[in-house]
């Protein structure tokens, strides 16, 4: 994935959260993002992330979620 894809597919899903109205459109949209590639879950907290975030809890992001 290069920098353009990642930094268009996180305006893009901020954008989808940001449109969001309860928390299940909330959380069919994380599922549906991580997916898709547009969120990784840190296997170590397990908080989603945009794909232009590296790392989390000292970890670089993992190749596959
Ligand atoms: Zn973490």
């Known amino acids: ?3 353009d894809e990642r930094d ?3 305006i ?3 954008q989808l959260l940001g449109a969001a ?3 299940g459109e ?3 949209l994380h599922r549906v993002a991580r997916r898709a590639g547009y969120l990784w879950r840190c296997p170590t ?3 989603d992330h945009y794909p232009n975030r590296e ?3 000292g970890k670089p992001r993992p190749h596959t979620t």
């Open 1 to 3: 994935m290069t920098d």
């Open 8 to 10: 268009s597919r996180s």
């Open 55 to 57: 790392t989390c809890c």
């Open 12 to 14: 893009a899903i901020t």
């Open 21 to 23: 109205e309860t928390s």
């Open 45 to 47: 907290c397990r908080e």
């Open 26 to 28: 909330i959380n069919a």
